[in-house]
């Protein structure tokens, strides 16, 4: 499955919303992402900005007009994540409430540690 890249003005925008320390920008998957503690939190996928909600923030986000499930793959969906209507992209006071909302929920999970996946033994190869 070959996956678009984000609209250039599309990234841009990204970059202008991603709040400040401590929050970190990197890619993931290739895409313009937010973290915090190591935790995603905010990110693009091709066209469409994806948010990490809690339960209850993620019922009020699903409820607005193009909001959806974020679904990288056909039936597949990520639970935690929510694609922001396109609308909102448009409403920057809207829309920097609920980066708020998934940065706190961000924030709140388990900080990822660096030396966590180094620290992992390497998986062995299967003998045939």
Not at 24 to 29: E, L, P
Not at 58 to 71: D, I, P, S, V, Y
Not at 104 to 120: D, M, Q, R, W
Request: charged share 30%; hydrophobic share 40%.
């Amino acid at each position: 499955m070959k996956m678009q890249k984000s609209p250039p003005e599309l990234i841009e925008f990204f970059a202008s919303v991603l709040p400040g320390p401590p929050v970190t920008g990197r890619k993931m998957f290739g895409y313009p992402a937010g973290f915090v503690n190591g935790n995603l939190f905010m990110s693009l996928f091709e066209d469409h900005m994806i948010l990490r909600l809690p339960e209850e923030a993620r019922a009020e986000l699903l409820k607005k007009n193009g909001a959806k499930q974020f679904e990288p793959m056909k039936g597949r969906p990520m639970k935690e994540y929510v694609c922001v209507p396109k609308s909102m992209l448009k409403e920057r006071k809207e829309l920097g409430t609920w980066i708020a909302k998934a940065l706190e929920y961000g924030a709140s999970l388990k900080p990822k540690s660096k030396t966590a996946k180094a620290a992992k033994p390497a998986k062995k190869a299967k003998s045939r």
